[in-house]
């Protein structure tokens, strides 16, 4: 099975720097995903990462280390519409995600 | 239809009632799930589909069946509702088995079940 740890919630302010740290344990590794959930919506995918190092896509960008069990999804230059859910997924060998509980960003002004 | 689509978008339930939930997708995708999404444990896989014609259990099967007659269709049954299936329901859909498999997700279907 799997075992994956987020925050529950973090807060920023407009502008700034956010971190969402991914921890997990698994029985069988091949990716990690990044999506994200606006309140009342339907999660729509941000990232992926199958290799060690930095993914990055605008202002989002996606470390993995498979040695650590540990990923991170950075939001740089946030804006009020960045406030949503983070989910962590990884992917295993039969290409079944599990995800995180999920962590909630709250952007202020 | 473009994309994903799920119906009904909510619904409520009396407890011992069946009922399916519909998901359909013109994507042309080989892969379709299920997942149930609670608050503080996530999205959890029900069952999963990699090709039409085959299905297989996730995380959380049980009170629930799936069926995959064709590529675009996916239909979630629950046989005899309880109390504990109240969730909000996700269908989604990828190409399957593939590196970068995105999952691509429908609106998800509220259900109350009383």
């Known amino acids: 099975g799997q075992n994956i740890d987020q925050p529950t919630e973090m807060t920023a302010t407009e502008g700034a720097i956010v971190q969402i740290n991914c921890t997990y344990q698994t029985s069988g590794f091949n990716g990690l995903f990044w999506y994200q959930q606006h309140a009342g919506e339907a999660p729509t995918f941000l990232s992926y990462n199958v290799l060690d190092g930095l993914e990055e896509k605008g202002r989002f960008s996606s470390f993995l280390s498979r040695s650590k069990g540990y990923s991170y999804l950075l939001l740089k230059e946030l804006q009020m519409k960045d406030s949503a859910s983070y989910l962590c997924?990884?992917?295993?060998?039969?290409?079944?995600?599990?995800f995180g509980a999920g962590t909630t960003v709250t952007v202020r002004a | 239809i473009a994309g994903i689509t799920q119906a009904p978008t909510s619904q409520i339930l009396a407890a011992g009632r069946r009922m399916t939930l519909r998901c359909t997708q013109d994507?042309?995708?080989?892969?379709m799930y299920w997942y149930r999404q609670d608050l503080g444990l996530g999205l959890r896989l029900i069952h999963y589909?990699?090709?039409?014609?085959?299905?297989g259990k996730g995380e959380v099967p049980d009170g629930y069946s799936v069926s995959r007659a064709n590529t675009d269709d996916f239909p979630l049954t629950l046989a005899s509702a309880v109390p504990s299936q109240t969730s909000v329901y996700f269908c989604?859909?990828?190409?399957?088995?593939?590196?970068?498999?995105?999952?691509?997700f429908g609106p998800g279907t509220r259900l109350t079940v009383l």
């Open positions: 997924a990884v992917r295993d060998n039969d290409y079944k995600l599990s």
């Open positions: 589909s990699n090709t039409a014609g085959t299905t």
């Open positions: 994507m042309r995708h080989n892969a």
């Open positions: 989604a859909s990828s190409v399957g088995l593939a590196g970068n498999d995105e999952q691509f």
